[in-house]
């Protein structure tokens, strides 16, 4: 029975367990109020149920432990309340299992891996859910989402889900170091790890599963070191984000073999020296943000041929004249204050770009070169003369 998406105001009939040879049901996207009744325990032949973005409220109720040919079970975004019911953990046949976005709590079963030994799928992001993340999964899990709740640790044994391609850990009071064990995902496609408390240097494992094309999310965590070098090695990736950690060093040339990237988010760092010229290669990225870093020498040349919708060099010891092309001209996608920076179009109201104060910059670094020349010559000479005076003595 699908009913998606056909406006029901009404609370979920109680009657509706009657209808044992039911195989589906689905009420997602519907505005239907009230709980889930537990004559839905009732519904023994259900292989998949459906009640996403729903108003529900209340617990999951314990009787749904009975459906025990449930294959599929989505229960995301609503208002459901409690602990997830221990009969529901014991379904063994279930392969994929959501209750994101509501208002559950509590622990996971530890053991999940093997009371649910098929379960391929596990999304319970936006809740309530605490402490130690479950060390049981199995390898047969592709896709973990356990973001936006509150655990507080990453166990290396998250490496032993070889078949893993999502995994999503983001948001959470997660600290100590990335588990290196997480390079043997090798057909990991997605990573959050952003927004938790993770500390000490990005492990150059997590950079080796080739497969990791999609997003690598690391920002708001307190990461400390350089950038690995084994980045280079991301060539399909299309999202990076390290941004505001504790990371420094040059930003590494080899970040240039990432063609496929779009968003290289790598502000709120302290990354110094000139933004490479080997990010020339990088013509599909949309949105490039290295603010707030401690980046000095001129703006390059090719960011002025990127087609970008968003650039963010502001707060970066740059210097030089603002471009004038691309997306240069645009003033609602391109931020360059407080640098050192002049020319560029009008609207950045920037200082004038002027030639001849170019020209008498250098002059005058020729003129302290000189001075500095005299200065060493006229000590050298002094210095001779002392000793002279008093080898005659």
């Given at each position: 029975?699908?009913?998606?998406?056909?406006?029901?105001?009404?609370?979920?009939?109680?009657?509706?367990?009657s209808?044992?040879?039911?195989?589906?049901l689905?009420?997602?996207?519907n505005?239907?109020?009230?709980?889930?009744?537990p004559?839905?325990?009732?519904?023994?032949?259900?292989?998949?149920?459906?009640?996403?973005?729903?108003?529900?409220?209340?617990?999951?109720?314990?009787?749904i432990?009975?459906?025990?040919?449930?294959r599929?079970?989505?229960?995301?975004?609503?208002?459901?309340?409690?602990?997830?019911?221990?009969?529901?953990?014991?379904?063994?046949?279930?392969?994929?299992?959501?209750?994101?976005?509501?208002?559950?709590?509590?622990?996971?079963?530890?053991?999940?891996?093997?009371?649910?030994p098929?379960?391929?799928?596990?999304?319970?992001?936006?809740?309530?859910?605490?402490?130690?993340l479950?060390?049981?999964?199995?390898?047969?899990?592709?896709a973990?989402?356990?973001?936006?709740?509150?655990?507080?640790?990453?166990?290396?044994?998250?490496?032993?889900?070889?078949?893993?391609?999502?995994?999503?850990?983001g948001?959470?009071?997660?600290?100590?170091?990335?588990?290196?064990?997480?390079?043997?995902?090798?057909?990991?496609?997605?990573?959050?790890?952003?927004?938790?408390?993770?500390?000490?240097?990005?492990?150059?494992?997590?950079?080796k599963?080739?497969?990791?094309?999609?997003?690598?999310?690391?920002?708001?965590?307190?990461?400390?070191?350089s950038?690995?070098?084994?980045?280079?090695?991301?060539?399909?990736?299309?999202?990076?984000?390290?941004?505001?950690n504790?990371l420094?060093?040059?930003?590494?040339?080899?970040?240039?073999?990432?063609l496929?990237?779009?968003?290289?988010e790598?502000?709120?760092?302290?990354?110094?020296?000139e933004?490479p010229?080997?990010?020339r290669?990088?013509?599909?990225?949309?949105?490039?943000?290295?603010?707030?870093?401690?980046?000095?020498?001129?703006i390059?040349?090719?960011l002025?041929?990127?087609?970008?919708?968003?650039?963010?060099?502001?707060?970066?010891?740059?210097?030089?004249?603002?471009?004038?092309?691309?997306?240069?001209?645009?003033?609602?996608?391109?931020?360059?204050?407080?640098?050192?920076l002049?020319?560029g179009?009008?609207?950045?109201?920037?200082?004038?770009?002027s030639?001849?104060?170019?020209?008498k910059?250098?002059?005058?670094?020729?003129?302290?070169?000189?001075?500095?020349?005299?200065?060493?010559?006229?000590?050298?000479?002094?210095?001779?003369?002392?000793?002279?005076?008093?080898?005659?003595?």
């Amino acid at each position: 029975m699908n009913l998606m998406v056909n406006y029901m105001t009404r609370t979920i009939p109680p009657e509706l367990g009657s209808l044992s040879n039911l195989g589906a049901l689905s009420l997602a996207r519907n505005n239907v109020s009230g709980t889930i009744p537990p004559s839905i325990g009732n519904l023994s032949s259900l292989s998949k149920l459906s009640f996403m973005y729903c108003n529900l409220q209340g617990e999951i109720p314990r009787e749904i432990g009975r459906l025990r040919g449930l294959r599929f079970v989505q229960l995301s975004v609503n208002n459901l309340s409690g602990k997830v019911p221990f009969g529901l953990y014991n379904i063994s046949n279930i392969n994929f299992l959501a209750l994101g976005v509501n208002q559950l709590k509590g622990n996971i079963l530890a053991d999940i891996g093997s009371t649910l030994p098929n379960l391929q799928a596990l999304y319970l992001l936006d809740n309530l859910f605490t402490r130690t993340l479950p060390t049981s999964l199995l390898h047969k899990l592709q896709a973990l989402g356990l973001h936006q709740n509150k655990f507080t640790q990453l166990p290396s044994s998250l490496g032993n889900l070889t078949s893993l391609i999502i995994l999503y850990l983001g948001q959470n009071n997660i600290h100590g170091n990335i588990p290196t064990s997480l390079g043997n995902c090798h057909r990991l496609l997605e990573l959050d790890l952003s927004q938790d408390n993770l500390n000490g240097p990005i492990p150059p494992e997590i950079m080796k599963p080739s497969t990791l094309s999609e997003l690598l999310w690391l920002g708001q965590n307190a990461l400390s070191g350089s950038l690995p070098l084994e980045i280079g090695s991301l060539k399909n990736r299309g999202n990076l984000d390290v941004s505001h950690n504790k990371l420094l060093g040059s930003i590494p040339n080899i970040l240039g073999s990432c063609l496929s990237l779009e968003w290289l988010e790598l502000e709120n760092n302290s990354f110094e020296g000139e933004i490479p010229q080997s990010l020339r290669t990088l013509r599909g990225l949309r949105l490039l943000d290295l603010s707030h870093n401690n980046l000095s020498g001129l703006i390059p040349s090719y960011l002025g041929e990127f087609q970008l919708d968003i650039l963010n060099l502001s707060v970066n010891r740059l210097h030089g004249q603002v471009l004038i092309q691309g997306v240069f001209q645009n003033t609602s996608a391109i931020s360059v204050g407080n640098n050192h920076l002049c020319g560029g179009i009008a609207k950045l109201d920037l200082s004038p770009y002027s030639s001849s104060k170019s020209s008498k910059n250098k002059l005058s670094h020729k003129l302290k070169m000189i001075l500095v020349v005299v200065v060493a010559l006229v000590i050298c000479a002094t210095l001779l003369v002392v000793f002279f005076i008093f080898l005659q003595q």
